[in-house]
């Protein structure tokens, strides 16, 4: 089973700042890893597939990087709209799939 | 409008079992990929199963041998029974569509509570 484990848990941020999640897996998983984001009350949402790509719709401040173990969801200028829980999300081991434990982002 | 709406959810107590639904409508559940992910309380998401369009299913670790993945064609409706529950079973479950990407990249359902106690 792949782990993925999502760093920092807690991202204290003032709007406008840039964000920089992690998300690092147990073993390489190559570039096949997703970002969500999930609003309070609300499904999650896909913002970034196969590290790098931006799902339709989502704004250019999102973006994804990495390869191998180590991936990075960076926000650049948080919206007040932003400050939510993100969670990583591989298919490396398809059909099992397996999510990080999420960072939440909180307006410092 | 490409709609899930979940149901089935609510307080059973730890060995029982309960049945989750989810009604999809404006598009066939049989022609996609459909998964189930829960969020229990204060943690985060969690994949739980998925079922092919052939009808094959994959189940977590967690899960396995106790939640059993089926669809009715004829209704639309994808079913997660749930046997054997635990309280760490305790949680929002979603059902949501798996795209050609192996992805979440579709639709999602609003999600329904099941709550494990005594």
């Known amino acids: 089973e792949v782990v993925l484990t999502q760093s920092p848990a807690t991202l204290s941020l003032s709007p406008g700042e840039r964000a920089t999640l992690s998300c690092r897996a147990s073993q390489s998983i190559s570039n096949y890893l997703a970002w969500y984001q999930q609003k309070p009350g609300q499904a999650p949402r896909l913002l970034i597939y196969?590290?790098?790509n931006r799902a339709t719709g989502i704004p250019a401040r999102f973006s994804g990087s990495g390869s191998g173990t180590d991936f990075t969801l960076t926000i650049s200028g948080l919206e007040p709209e932003d400050f939510v829980v993100y969670y990583c999300?591989?298919?490396?081991?398809?059909?099992?799939?397996?999510f990080g434990g999420g960072t939440k982002v909180e307006i410092k | 409008e490409v709609q899930l709406v979940e149901s089935g959810g609510g307080l059973i107590q730890p060995g029982g079992s309960l049945r989750l639904s989810c009604a999809a409508s404006?598009?066939?559940?049989?022609?996609?990929?459909m998964s189930w992910v829960r969020r229990a309380p204060g943690k985060g998401l969690e994949w739980v199963s998925i079922i092919y369009s052939g009808g094959n299913t994959y189940y977590a670790d967690s899960v396995k041998g106790r939640f059993t993945l089926s669809r009715d064609n004829s209704k639309n409706t994808l079913y997660l029974q749930m046997n054997s529950l635990r309280a760490e079973d305790t949680a929002v479950y979603y059902c949501?569509?798996?795209?050609?990407?192996?992805?979440?990249?579709?639709?999602w359902g609003q999600g329904t509570l099941v709550t494990v106690s005594s």
């Open positions: 196969d590290a790098s």
């Open positions: 999300q591989q298919r490396s081991t398809w059909p099992l799939l397996t």
């Open positions: 404006g598009f066939t559940v049989s022609n996609n990929y």
């Open positions: 949501a569509t798996v795209g050609r990407s192996r992805y979440f990249d579709g639709s």
